[in-house]
T-cell receptor, first 116, second 113 residues
Framework: GAGVSQTPSNKVTEKGKYVELRCDPI?????LYWYRQSLGQGPEFLIYFQGTGAADDSGLPNDRFFAVRPEGSVSTLKIQRTERGDSAVYLCASSPTSGTGANVLTFGAGSRLTVL | DQQVKQNSPSLSVQEGRISILNCDYT??????FLWYKKYPAEGPTFLISISSIKDKNEDGRFTVFLNKSAKHLSLHIVPSQPGDSAVYFCAARGTSNTGKLIFGQGTTLQVKP
């Protein structure tokens, strides 16, 4: 697609529920990133995919968070047993890994998660 | 420990004047720096970048300056326009040559007509 698409744009859930957030990157971008932005803070790195594999998941806060990218395109961020502290905007970004624009991230509009 | 810091949460300037946004970092291994701009309800948009081997990069009204000895970079916008009003994030990259970035907290710029 023309840009990075994220769904849903807003998600309200109850504490303890399971949530999935979807990211559709720019076509042809092999690198995909998930970031989390809390109120008043800058984006915080969560995980990076190169193709289908997670090349760096060092930013995932704990084992309740998991992400997949089974076909090297669309990615899903999964959060189990949500907690109020998980409330944030979850940003997805993609980039090419060679040529012009390599490693310059294009972000989606984000999915705002609110855990009540 | 915040490795990238933007100590000014907000900045207000008059249209036509210069806007200077500042950013400090602590890790001397950072090799690439970027500025992103963010409007409400949108994702951050790439603005300009600079490699650690340079001290200045210019793109139209936007110029980024890097002072490695001081571990400081700044973004100059001149002349400032009301459409520049947004949150500006400074970001730094380690030597992993990926898009794994460490962002500052952001500075909200308001350009008054």
């Amino acid at each position: 697609g023309a840009g990075v698409s994220q769904t849903p744009s807003n998600k309200v859930t109850e504490k303890g529920k399971y949530v999935e957030l979807r990211c559709d990157p720019i076509s042809g971008h092999t690198a995909l990133y998930w970031y989390r932005q809390s109120l008043g803070q800058g984006p915080e790195f969560l995980i990076y995919f190169q193709g289908t594999g997670a090349a760096d998941d060092s930013g995932l806060p704990n084992d309740r968070f998991f992400a997949v990218r089974p076909e090297g395109s669309v990615s899903t961020l999964k959060i189990q047993r949500t907690e109020r502290g998980d409330s944030a905007v979850y940003l997805c970004a993609s980039s090419p890994t060679s040529g012009t624009g390599a490693n310059v991230l294009t972000f989606g509009a984000g999915s705002r998660l609110t855990v009540l | 420990d915040q490795q990238v810091k933007q100590n000014s949460p907000s900045l207000s300037v008059q249209e036509g004047r210069i806007s200077i946004l500042n950013c400090d970092y602590t890790n001397s291994m950072f090799d690439y720096f970027l500025w992103y701009k963010k409007y409400p309800a949108e994702g951050p948009t790439f603005l300009i970048s600079i490699s650690s081997i340079k001290d200045k990069n210019e793109d139209g009204r936007f110029t980024v300056f890097l002072n490695k000895s001081a571990k400081h970079l700044s973004l100059h916008i001149v002349p400032s326009q009301p459409g520049d009003s947004a949150v500006y994030f400074c970001a730094a990259r380690g030597t992993s040559n990926t898009g794994k970035l460490i962002f500052g907290q952001g500075t909200t710029l308001q350009v008054k007509p």
